[in-house]
């Protein structure tokens, strides 16, 4: 998952919510140098971020996905997760979606967690953006998907990945239940 589902899966915690968001800025098994509160934060990334990549079901898809993204299409679920959980988040969570960002753009972000100045900025421009409010749209999701292919260090087709998405949509939603349903038991999340 993306941006909104390592938010999800922080359970409504905002200072865990931004130590997960954190968890892509740290590289290493060595975490000593960051507050308990961060290190649970940076564990849940990865278990998240383990999680999904192992489960069964996405990796069918991933497989079904491959010969459009090659390369890309772990990346490419995660994004399309994201818009997933966007646009039917009233089955998720009690908040409404705008409710639950702003209650995550209006945190405050504890001094004595030491994150890195590029983190501030990708938090800072998060915020300022409300980039995650666009993800319920198809114009949130194309332009996740030009955006997350304009940093990917080799060329690649994740560019239409909206297209891909239109052309499997239903069994990328199938999918994305059956995830979503183990997920939320395996990490006991609760409205």
Known sequence: MNYLGHLYFSNNNTELMLANLYGDFVKGRHLDAYTESV??????????????????????LKRTLYSELPKISGVAVDLFFDHLLAKNWTNYHELPLTEF????????????????????????????????????SEYGLRKS???????????????IGHIVFKNHEEEIETCFKKFMYDAQEYFKITD
């Not at 971020?49 to 069918?60: A, C, F, M, Q, R």
């Not at 998907?145 to 560019?159: A, D, M, R, T």
Request: with cysteine.
């Open 39 to 60: 290190q649970k934060g940076i564990r849940l990334h990865r278990a998240i971020d383990n999680y999904i990549d192992t489960h069964p079901e996405v990796l069918k």
């Open 101 to 136: 960002l702003e209650h995550f753009y209006t945190c405050k972000i504890s001094s004595e967690a030491h994150y890195s100045i590029d983190f501030l900025k990708f938090i800072d421009a998060m915020r300022t953006h409300n980039w995650l409010n666009h993800y319920p």
């Open 145 to 159: 998907c030009e955006g997350v292919s304009s940093k990917i260090s080799f060329p690649n087709s994740l560019n």
